[in-house]
Nanobody, 120 residues
Framework: VQLQASGGGLVQAGGSLRLSCAASGTGFTINTMGWFRQAPGKQRELVATLTSDGITYYADSVLGRAAISMENAKKTVTLRMASLKPEDTAVYFC???????????????WGQGTLVTVSS
């Protein structure tokens, strides 16, 4: 499965962003899609995830400021964040956990990452 992300860039503190990620391939179904981020000098951390059943998870650092959604038919996940802070500056990575139709083994793929810079 390949992931194509869009969005990101330079945003002022207090502003908002929208990141989208589309999964492509054949014969697969998505279990979970989400976004992670990695700030300079820090480890990659989970931002938000969404299962195909509609279960969401948000990191405490973005709770109340982020909303994740998925268009199942388009295999696209979108992350919206508001009230951005300089500490939200990071490379954001799309993540997908998927399986082939009729199979149970779960695969995982990552997008290339998109830089989000929040200026104060």
């Amino acid at each position: 499965v390949q992931l194509q992300a869009s969005g990101g860039g330079l945003v002022q503190a207090g502003g908002s962003l929208r990141l989208s990620c589309a999964a492509s391939g054949t014969g697969f179904t998505i279990n979970t899609m989400g976004w992670f981020r990695q700030a300079p000098g820090k480890q990659r951390e989970l931002v938000a995830t969404l299962t195909s059943d509609g279960i969401t998870y948000y990191a405490d650092s973005v709770l109340g400021r982020a909303a994740i959604s998925m268009e199942n038919a388009k295999k696209t996940v979108t992350l919206r964040m508001a009230s951005l802070k300089p500490e939200d500056t990071a490379v954001y990575f799309c993540n997908v956990k998927w399986r082939y139709w009729g199979r149970t083994f779960e695969h995982e793929d990552w997008g290339q990452g998109t830089l989000v810079t929040v200026s104060s």
